[in-house]
């Protein structure tokens, strides 16, 4: 069973600098491509960046050039760096990805201005 979790979400005051992780259980993780997702109050769920299994990766352009996606295959855990956040970055944080397009339980992120 597929299982990911997400980690190191909190409060940053904006223009600060935050890393989530995102480890994988049950899956052989370098075959598989992920992505990070979030969802602010009242908005719909949007994708922020996706790392394929090759190491490719795209970015939303409202965090393009801020945050960074990257992988650890021996880890089984997909990174995300978030700097110069802002508090419309605010929102539940979460990983996906693997065989089954399974969803991690989220991490809450929250930028104070």
């Known amino acids: 069973q597929v299982q990911l979790a997400e980690s190191g979400g909190g409060l940053v005051q904006s223009g600060g600098s935050l890393r989530l992780s995102c480890a994988a259980s049950g899956i052989l993780f370098s075959f598989y491509g992920f992505g990070w997702y979030r969802q602010a109050p009242g908005k719909q769920r949007e994708l922020v960046a996706n790392i394929n299994s090759d190491g490719g990766r795209n970015y939303a352009d409202s965090v393009n050039g801020r945050f960074t996606i990257s992988r650890d295959n021996a880890k089984k855990t997909v990174y995300l760096q978030m700097n110069s956040v802002k508090p419309e970055d605010t929102a539940v944080y979460y990983c996906?990805?693997?065989?089954?397009?399974?969803w991690g339980p989220g991490t809450q992120v929250t930028v104070s201005s």
């Open positions: 996906h990805g693997g065989p089954d397009s399974t």
